[in-house]
């Protein structure tokens, strides 16, 4: 079955730490990927989106993935964190064959002062 | 992008009854998407709400369990009915807007039955 594994998920770091999130997905073929975040209390929001191109790409809020396609991952990387940054992440994929997001378990992040 | 918003908010239900939740856009958009998140889990689909047409349903969701309303392109209703409390879930709606798949999501409805 296509699945999106998130393998943190629970990850506690210090302001100006550096953050990686995993995710990989279990498609072949054509994919899209995205990452999500859910800061407390508010609705889900697109941080950034992977189509085609340059595997490497930027988002919101000094967020970056690198998609690696030979090792079907999408992983989530910000240099230094805020504790603005404390959400739940979510990585997730549609590949051509299925036309449906599909979505990892989720990472909670916290980040203390 | 897109606003969406939805309502209730949140709900206490008793089982055995049964909860509609609305979802409105702020703009026209073909498809619409209902989903649900249990208590520590991810997102799984429940079905593809197209207007026009009769809401395309994910393996293990039915329609006589969870009917779909989209009576324009800027609306959606869920209804969960004959709760029990294996429905306590949040269900979310999102619409796909700008590039092909791209969603942008609706608050939320956290849904407890008791």
């Known amino acids: 079955a296509q699945s999106v594994s998130q393998h943190n998920h629970h990850v506690i770091l210090s302001e100006a730490a550096s953050l990686e999130l995993g995710c990989n997905y279990s498609?072949?073929?054509?994919?899209?990927l995205f990452w999500y975040v859910q800061y407390p209390g508010q609705h889900l929001q697109l941080l950034l989106k992977?189509?085609?191109?340059?595997?490497l790409v930027k988002g919101i809020k000094g967020f970056e993935a690198e998609f690696i396609k030979s090792k079907f991952s999408f992983n989530l990387r910000k240099p230094s964190v805020q504790w603005s940054d404390t959400a739940e992440y979510f990585c997730?994929?549609?590949?051509?064959?299925?036309?449906?997001?599909?979505f990892g378990t989720g990472t909670r992040l916290q980040v203390f002062p | 992008s897109a606003v969406i918003s939805q309502k209730p908010s949140r709900d206490i239900c008793q089982r055995g009854t049964s909860l509609t939740i609305q979802c409105q856009v702020d703009?026209?958009?073909?498809?619409m998407f209902w989903y649900r998140q249990q208590p520590g889990q991810s997102l799984t689909l429940i079905a593809t709400?197209?207007?026009?047409?009769?809401?395309?349903?994910e393996s293990g969701f039915v329609i006589d369990k969870f009917p779909i309303s989209r009576p324009n392109l800027t609306f959606s209703t869920l209804t969960v009915s004959n709760m029990s409390p294996e429905d306590s879930s949040i269900y979310l709606c999102?619409?796909?807007?700008?590039?092909?798949?791209?969603?942008?999501f609706g608050p939320g409805t956290r849904l407890t039955v008791t």
């Open positions: 999102s619409v796909e807007k700008g590039s092909p798949y791209e969603q942008y």
């Open positions: 498609y072949g073929g054509t994919v899209n």
């Open positions: 992977y189509f085609s191109g340059d595997p």
């Open positions: 997730a994929v549609i590949s051509n064959n299925t036309d449906k997001l599909i």
């Open positions: 703009s026209q958009v073909t498809m």
């Open positions: 709400a197209n207007q026009g047409s009769e809401a395309t349903y």
